[in-house]
């Protein structure tokens, strides 16, 4: 049996070794047909991407003459000479941006001069070269040895195609990786405005108009707005996860896996491996496994989450934790229910977590989601859910995070455990001091404050998820519930619980609220559906807010 290569990323690396490897070389094929000079691919991390850039430069470079020894075997070298004779075609350049990043601007800028540095190096024999000018030289050398000022690394991509194109007279292929990490961290980080005018003029010297580049390939995570940075680049399109284009090149797909499953021979596991790894779509092809999930596991065979462990999920924790909104739909989602929601992929990442749109889009194509349904093509609107267990785990382990980070000297478990034991008057102390902190923290208006103690709420009780059925917005009786608790343990205890803010054309006190709200539950006949059903242990919470004031009774 062929070894795992895991995390290897290198083509060459990989098929020197002679790892497992699934044949993706079609993807060569579908670059070439594809008539765009600017491609930008998306797609999740760890889904292959970089792998299948590395094959790109092992296959289009006309300065490694042995290449053709890589693809023997492989999809590629069974197609017509369209296709084959594209192999050592041109020079290429391979830059990635994975670790261009930092606490400021100057950190991430000085991140990017050394990874040129890196590249320059690559090319180093071009300051031997006949056809270059002293002054051409002399302009590689300023940041080959690391003196390029801001203007200069801007220009630097594009000076080093010219200079190859003058070199080999052949158009330049241009291969750039994980081109979104710098804006992502310099969001995160707090410096994103001076990273978008710096990559806008960084892709636009590149891109626009340059005659020396035969075809530029784009790979990153999220498809950030053309016009934060890419305004000045014509003929370019954008593949996402809901596109069709390469759509089997990222992956693992049904057919592949089975494959992996036979040349493994792990058949009896094949159900446990489908519900935790498989469930992604792209384009109209379904029953996509994680790549990185599925190598790990043949790897160690255990079933455990991989590929939510391998990034520190920040960007996705700061917009998660400042919606109220995403908030009360993540619960349904935790249900595995599917929710209908607004797309946007071409994120616009300023002010993402206030902007809805934005954030389904960018869960999306980013791997956390998957889309079962088009509802409205025209107005972006898409059914989705979660694609597997994996995923689960992560969103259940991030609202953990949010309690374990704001109870303060109180442990969530046992907050919980006072509720369904009703010690009843622990909870309620417990549970004000947590309700105080996260009022504080998260600064909620009026106008929220109903959703997002709803929404706070659905999130602690995701702990009794084991022995409780936690409900949402259903009916029963002759309206609908805000919450309720519904044991698994038929003698358990149930609970209904009811959120109401203070509103003064309406009530005079906060009081007069908490009455309003233990009336509408006794004449909506909220507790009929569990008494129907033989409960007879019910407890009704009411919570009230005026401001960042609250009060509860629990009768």
Known sequence: M????????????????????????????????????VILVTRPRRFGKTLNMSMLKYYFDCRQKDNEELFKGLKIMKQDETYTSKLGAYPVIYVTLKDVRGISFENMLLSLKT????????????????????????????????????????????LLIRLIYKEYQKPVMLLLDE????????????????????????????????????KTVLTGVSRVAKESIFSGANNFDVYTVLDNEFADDFGITEEEMDKVIQDFAIQDEKEEIKKWYDGYTIGDVTGIYNPWSVINYLNKKELMPYWVNTSSNDLIKLILKN????????????????????????????????????????????????VTEVINLAEHIYKVKLPNYEIKLLFQQIIDEWFRNKVIGNDLKSILKDLVTLNLEEFEEKFKILVKEMFSYMDVGENTAENFYHAFVLGMLVGLKDTYYVNSNRESGIGRYDIMLE?????????????????????????????????????????SNLKMRGFTNITKIVYAFKGKEVKMEIY
């Open 179 to 214: 081109y979104d990490v710098p804006l992502q961290n310099a969001y995160v980080e707090g410096y994103y405005d001076e990273a978008v005018k710096f990559f806008k003029a960084f892709y636009g010297t590149t891109f626009k108009d340059n005659p020396y580049l035969e």
């Open 487 to 527: 044991p698994k343990d038929k003698n358990g205890n149930c609970f209904i619980m009811e959120f109401k803010v203070y509103k003064e054309e309406k009530e005079k006190t906060i009081e007069d609220t908490i009455e309003s709200a233990k009336k509408q539950i006794e004449e909506k006949e909220y507790e």
């Open 323 to 370: 919606s109220t909104a995403v908030k009360e739909k993540m619960e349904r989602l935790l249900k595995d229910e599917e929710i209908e929601v607004p797309v946007n992929l071409e994120t616009v990442i300023v002010g993402i977590e206030n902007n809805e749109d934005n954030i389904w889009g960018l869960l999306l194509g980013t791997g956390y989601l998957k």
């Open 2 to 37: 062929q070894g795992i290569g895991i995390g290897e990323s290198d083509f060459k690396g990989l098929r020197i070794r002679n790892n497992y490897y699934i044949d993706k070389t079609m993807y060569i094929k579908d670059i070439i047909d594809n008539e765009s000079r």
């Open 115 to 158: 990874e040129l540095v890196e590249l320059f190096i690559d090319y180093a024999d071009l300051l031997n070269s006949a056809k270059l000018l002293d002054i051409e030289k002399e302009m590689f050398s300023t940041v080959l040895n690391l003196k390029a000022n801001e203007i200069e690394i801007q220009n630097a991509l594009k």
